[in-house]
C-alpha cells in the first residue's frame, strides 16, 4: 500500500535539507541578488525533470525485466534513508562548508543549473530512491508516472526558492541550533526508512 505519508516526509526531508542546488541557490543570491538566483532555480527545475524522467525510465525498464530487483531496491532505499538520517544527525554544521565557497560569474544560470543536475549526487540517489521506493512500486501509468516527476521537480523548485530567500535565516538556524534540527530530521528520516516496510 502507498505510504503518503512516508513519501511526503522523504520528499521535503531530502529537498529542503542543505544539499548543491539548496547552497548554490543561498549562494548566488548572496553574490547577485534574488532575480539572477531565480534563473538558477528555473535551470533547477528543468535540470531535476530531466534526470527525473531518466531514473522513471531505466527503473520501469529493470522491474520490467527483473522483478526480483524491486524488493532489493526497496533495502537500498531504506539503507540510504538510514545513512542520510545518519549524516544528518552527525554533521552538525552541515553547510558551514559552502560558507566560503566562491561562485563563478555565470551569463546564463539557467543553464548552468541545469547542467549541474547530471552530476549532482544527491539528486541522483534521490532520484533512484523516490522512484524505487515510492512510486514505481504503485503506480504504472507512465502519465502519472510523469506527474509525479513534474511534481518532485516543483518541491525541488520551491525549496531553492526558499533558501535563496532565506537563505541568511536558515543559515543562522543550522548554526544555532545545529543539535536539536539535525536530531529531528535524523529522527523523521528514520520513519520514513522503516515505513517503506510497514
Known amino acids: ?3 503518503l505519508m512516508g513519501f511526503i516526509s522523504y520528499v521535503f526531508l531530502t529537498t529542503f535539507t542543505p544539499g548543491p542546488n539548496n547552497i548554490m541557490a543561498m549562494s548566488i543570491a548572496g553574490k547577485y541578488g534574488f532575480k539572477k538566483s531565480l534563473e538558477f532555480c528555473v535551470g533547477v527545475f528543468f535540470g531535476v525533470c530531466i534526470i ?7 527503473e520501469m525498464i529493470l522491474f520490467k525485466y527483473i522483478p526480483k530487483i524491486e524488493l532489493i531496491m526497496k533495502y537500498i532505499g531504506a539503507v540510504y534513508i538510514l545513512w542520510l538520517a545518519y549524516k544528518t544527525f552527525s554533521e552538525s554544521k552541515s553547510s558551514k562548508e559552502y560558507k566560503n ?3 563563478k560569474e555565470k551569463k546564463n544560470f539557467v543553464f548552468t543549473a541545469m547542467a ?3 552530476i549532482n549526487p544527491k539528486l541522483i540517489v534521490y532520484g533512484i530512491t523516490s522512484m524505487s ?3 514505481l512500486p504503485y503506480f504504472k501509468s507512465i502519465p502519472i508516472i510523469t506527474l509525479l516527476c513534474f511534481f518532485l ?3 525541488c523548485f520551491i525549496s531553492t526558492v526558499c533558501w535563496n530567500l532565506f537563505g541568511t535565516f536558515f543559515k543562522e538556524i543550522f548554526q544555532n541550533h545545529s543539535k536539536v534540527l539535525n536530531t529531528i530530521l535524523a529522527l523523521l528520516l528514520v520513519y520514513c526508512a522503516v515505513s517503506l516496510f510497514l
Do not use: G
Open 116 to 118: 549541474l543536475q547530471l
Open 133 to 135: 521506493t515510492f512510486i
Open 153 to 155: 521537480a516543483v518541491i
Open 101 to 103: 565557497k566562491e561562485i
Open 52 to 58: 527525473l524522467l531518466i531514473c522513471a525510465t531505466f
Open 1 to 3: 500500500m502507498f505510504n
